[in-house]
């Protein structure tokens, strides 16, 4: 689906057809912007009009793929095409689609007016971004015509909304979290009018060059009949996570804020089962040459040392067997207090038979 290396991943054309003598669609690729307008008026009017709605966009565009902004860029295109037309340009009641695109990443905004479409395809599945402004497309969402029947309907190409005419008129607008490898499709009537939405994701998927994707949807709808101006535009759906749009990076705040209290709560616990743990414990351990009781455990976690001084004992290591004066050294943790004192007296005992002996005992000759 990605574009030939060198390539620009997207394309698009414009072609007046095979029954129009006039091309009065326009379209306009500047990354990130692109759009699709196709004019009404006749008499060339319909091209002053998409032509004046075009580059008004481009003025009035935001710098960044939003939504809001891109529909009221619509709306400073429609006041152009209004003034444009008091003005003496093009003639008066001349009108306007505008279908615009902006594209960062896999984020797609999209603002919209008229019946020329955008369309998004994902893998084979053609989704229909737009919903059409026209007599036709409100009998269908009414359930009083089908989409086939729409096809040859005699009023299918009257719209309901364009710009050029009602100054508070507003674009419909639409957010896609598209994939890498999606296709963006904006395009004209001239194109939808000639095909069916089969038969476009069936050409749009043949190709992986965008160019060469626009100029094989064109030539099928001019091989359809080519009733009217066809005018396309593809744009391929690059890599770029869409990780920095403003909605998205307040769910990473949120995200970040709770993972904060969550770990936040985790050392706390820690810290508060480590500190219940450790004063309920005992141990006991060399000091100056005696036995001395600790509440706690022995050494330090996290530089912070868990144990209290319970009792200073008389009990003499040097009189107690290696194995146990070595195991003191390091301290001797027992279960509770109750425990270290049982063991302080049961050592006192040893103690003291040791002392009792050593002061008995003859000295050699
Ligand atoms: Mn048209």
Same mark, same amino acid.
């Given at each position: 689906?990605? *574009?030939?290396?060198?390539? /620009?991943?997207?394309?698009?054309?414009?072609?007046?057809?095979?029954?129009?003598?006039?091309?009065?669609?326009?379209?306009?690729?500047?990354? /990130?912007?692109? *759009?699709?307008?196709?004019?009404?008026?006749?008499?060339?009017?319909?091209?002053?009009?998409?032509?004046?709605?075009?580059?008004?966009?481009?003025?009035?565009?935001?710098?960044?793929?939003?939504?809001?902004?891109?529909?009221? +860029?619509?709306?400073?295109?429609?006041?152009?095409?209004?003034?444009?037309?008091?003005?003496?340009?093009?003639?008066?009641?001349?009108?306007?689609?505008?279908?615009?695109?902006?594209?960062?990443?896999?984020?797609?905004?999209?603002?919209?007016?008229?019946?020329?479409?955008?369309?998004?395809?994902?893998?084979?599945?053609?989704?229909?971004?737009?919903?059409?402004?026209?007599?036709?497309?409100?009998?269908?969402?009414?359930?009083?015509?089908?989409?086939?029947?729409?096809?040859?309907?005699?009023?299918?190409?009257?719209?309901?909304?364009?710009?050029?005419?009602?100054?508070?008129?507003? #674009?419909?607008?639409?957010?896609?979290? #598209?994939?890498?490898?999606?296709?963006?499709?904006?395009?004209?009537?001239?194109?939808?009018?000639?095909?069916?939405?089969?038969?476009? *994701?069936?050409?749009?998927?043949?190709?992986?060059?965008?160019?060469?994707?626009?100029?094989?949807?064109?030539?099928?709808?001019?091989? +359809?009949?080519?009733?009217?101006?066809?005018?396309?535009?593809?744009?391929?759906?690059?890599?770029?996570? +869409?990780?920095?749009?403003?909605?998205?990076?307040?769910?990473? $705040?949120?995200?970040?804020?709770?993972?904060?209290?969550?770990?936040?709560?985790?050392?706390?616990?820690?810290? $508060?089962?480590?500190?219940?743990?450790?004063?309920?414990? *005992?141990?006991?351990?060399?000091?100056?040459?005696?036995?001395?009781?600790?509440?706690?455990? /022995?050494?330090?976690?996290?530089?912070?040392?868990?144990? $209290?001084?319970?009792?200073?004992?008389?009990?003499?290591?040097?009189?107690?067997?290696?194995?146990?004066?070595?195991?003191?050294?390091?301290?001797?943790?027992?279960?509770?207090?109750?425990?270290?004192?049982?063991?302080?007296?049961?050592?006192?005992?040893?103690?003291?038979?040791?002392?009792?002996?050593?002061?008995?005992? /003859?000295?050699?000759?």
């Amino acid at each position: 689906m990605r *574009a030939r290396p060198g390539k /620009p991943p997207y394309a698009g054309l414009t072609d007046v057809g095979r029954v129009r003598a006039h091309n009065e669609d326009s379209v306009l690729m500047e990354p /990130p912007l692109f *759009a699709v307008a196709d004019g009404l008026g006749g008499h060339e009017a319909g091209e002053v009009a998409s032509g004046i709605a075009v580059s008004a966009l481009v003025d009035a565009a935001p710098s960044h793929a939003d939504a809001k902004a891109l529909g009221r +860029a619509v709306r400073a295109a429609n006041r152009a095409v209004i003034s444009a037309a008091r003005e003496g340009r093009g003639r008066e009641g001349m009108g306007t689609t505008l279908t615009a695109a902006m594209v960062e990443g896999t984020r797609v905004v999209v603002a919209h007016v008229g019946d020329s479409r955008a369309y998004l395809l994902h893998g084979d599945v053609l989704e229909r971004v737009t919903g059409d402004h026209s007599m036709v497309a409100d009998m269908i969402r009414q359930g009083t015509l089908t989409e086939e029947e729409s096809r040859v309907h005699p009023n299918r190409s009257v719209i309901t909304r364009a710009l050029g005419t009602d100054p508070n008129m507003y #674009a419909d607008t639409f957010e896609v979290d #598209a994939s890498p490898g999606d296709r963006l499709l904006l395009c004209s009537d001239g194109l939808t009018g000639m095909l069916t939405d089969e038969r476009i *994701a069936e050409v749009l998927g043949a190709y992986g060059d965008p160019e060469m994707a626009v100029r094989m949807l064109v030539d099928a709808a001019n091989e +359809a009949g080519g009733h009217d101006n066809i005018s396309v535009v593809v744009v391929d759906i690059e890599g770029e996570s +869409a990780s920095t749009t403003p909605a998205r990076s307040h769910r990473g $705040w949120l995200a970040v804020l709770v993972w904060t209290l969550a770990v936040a709560a985790v050392i706390g616990i820690a810290v $508060w089962g480590t500190y219940r743990y450790a004063s309920e414990r *005992a141990y006991l351990v060399a000091e100056d040459g005696v036995v001395v009781v600790y509440r706690g455990v /022995p050494g330090e976690f996290a530089g912070v040392s868990l144990s $209290w001084l319970e009792n200073e004992t008389t009990i003499t290591v040097g009189l107690l067997d290696p194995v146990t004066a070595g195991r003191l050294g390091q301290g001797i943790p027992v279960e509770d207090l109750d425990a270290a004192n049982a063991l302080v007296e049961q050592y006192r005992s040893i103690a003291e038979a040791r002392s009792g002996e050593t002061d008995i005992s /003859p000295e050699g000759p």
